[in-house]
């Protein structure tokens, strides 16, 4: 396996990288250091995938080496403090280079204590088997690969497995992470870690929620997000995180209509609404704490949440009506929810949100109207003729602009 690792190194790494990477070699060399490629690098390798970031592990201080790797390369290090990371930027690139390390955890959910430790302690910390391959670049593992769990199988059998049995308990941010793997690696989650991941849900209530809401922006923004959501709603992680946060078939199909309609940008965002629409519009609160969601995000939820709440009664007013009703709500909302709510009345909710007058207030000043509110007055009333149907052109509306003038008309609105 080591020749063909190597192989796959000269072969998938882009030239900064293996320039990089060699940089690495000898400037660990130099200092007499271990150095490995691990993590995802490796899982990278093992899939004939092109990795990204480059994760490096030393038994050494990482803080000198990544700036002699920097020096050698031209790049820039940046230290990242608590856990003894560093990382080295060149031309786009990144190696990200750690100190192998032990981790204990005073109480489920806290961050980690952390001491120096050798390779075979870093890689037994780690979540899953396929993360915990170690491919030993110089020292005493040089031209070795390191693999203490059985992680190699697991990715050539596509297998996500955790660790040990108190892994979730420890850092229940794992099981979302373990999520999203199965889902963008297209790997099956093994029945043991199902199952831990279904009873131990409930130590997600121990996360903050800022790392909440950081591993939940990372599932929406992956790049199999439904999977996920199917995932974790039949594993009971949706509720474990908040009540009422749920997926459905439905909500599936919603969301792929709106992959093919909105930017790859916008998409996470409507796929939030969607996963949060259906908790009671009182709890929107306690959900945008929980979930540390920025003003933004809260503000969409809330509306999403009322949508859903009123769509049940608004589906069976007249049409003005309703329409009247859709134009209380952001287009976004709309376009989002009434697919999954309203299927059958989607274009005409579409409509009557982005219906708009084609007069101006310019107009109006033009006719006489005096410069007030008056103006405002006479254009809501053309606005709503608009939406029940009653004029279709701007040559209709200033017809009716003309005759509420005559009729003295400005004082009042028509609804």
């Not at 920097?70 to 060149?90: I, N, P, S, W």
């Not at 704490?289 to 769509?311: D, I, K, P, Q, S």
């Not at 376009?335 to 274009?347: I, M, N």
Request: aromatic share 6%.
């Amino acid at each position: 396996m080591t020749p063909e690792l190597t192989q796959l190194l000269a072969r998938l790494l882009q030239p900064r990288q293996l320039e990089a990477l060699d940089a690495a070699v000898a400037c660990a060399k130099a200092r007499d250091e271990g150095l490995y490629l691990v993590g995802g690098s490796i899982r990278d390798l093992f899939q004939e995938r092109r990795p990204g970031d480059l994760d490096l592990m030393t038994e050494g201080d990482a803080a000198p080496l990544a700036r002699a790797i920097a020096e050698a390369t031209g790049g820039d290090a940046r230290v990242y403090g608590r856990f003894g990371t560093t990382a080295v930027f060149l031309d786009g690139h990144r190696l990200d280079v750690a100190r192998a390390r032990v981790e204990t955890y005073a109480r489920p959910g806290a961050l980690p204590d952390v001491q120096p430790g050798s390779i075979e302690n870093d890689l037994w910390r780690r979540d899953f088997t396929m993360n915990a391959l170690a491919f030993g670049l110089t020292g005493r593992h040089g031209d070795v690969l390191l693999d203490p769990t059985g992680g190699a199988d697991d990715i050539v059998n596509r297998i996500v497995r955790v660790l040990h049995e108190g892994s979730f308990e420890d850092d229940a941010t794992r099981i979302l992470r373990g999520l999203r793997y199965a889902a963008r690696l297209n790997f099956s989650i093994e029945e043991t870690t199902r199952h831990l991941m279904r009873t131990q849900a409930r130590y997600l209530d121990t996360i903050s929620a800022a790392r909440l809401h950081s591993e939940l922006t990372f599932v929406l923004e992956d790049s199999s997000p439904l999977r996920s959501l199917e995932e974790g709603e039949s594993l009971g992680v949706l509720a474990a995180i908040f009540s009422g946060l749920s997926w459905d078939r439905e909500r599936s199909e919603t969301a792929r209509l709106l992959e093919t309609r909105v930017g790859a940008d916008e998409y996470p965002r409507r796929l939030l609404m969607l996963l949060c629409c259906r908790v009671a519009a009182g709890d929107t609160g306690a959900l945008a704490e929980r979930l540390a969601l920025a003003r933004v995000e809260a503000r969409l939820v809330e509306r999403a949440c009322a949508f859903v709440t009123g769509a049940g009664a608004a589906e069976h007013l007249p049409p003005f009506e309703r329409a009247l009703w859709a134009r209380n709500f952001e287009h976004e909302v709309v376009e989002t929810l009434a697919p999954l709510v309203l299927p059958g009345l989607v274009d005409e909710l579409l409509a009557a949100v982005n219906a708009g007058s084609e007069l101006t207030g310019a107009d109006l000043l033009a006719l006489g109207v005096p410069e007030g509110p008056q103006v405002g007055r006479v254009l809501r009333q053309v606005l709503l003729a608009r939406l029940n149907g009653s004029v279709a052109s701007r040559d209709d509306e200033l017809a009716l602009a003309r005759r509420i003038i005559a009729e003295g008309g400005l004082g009042r609105t028509e609804d």
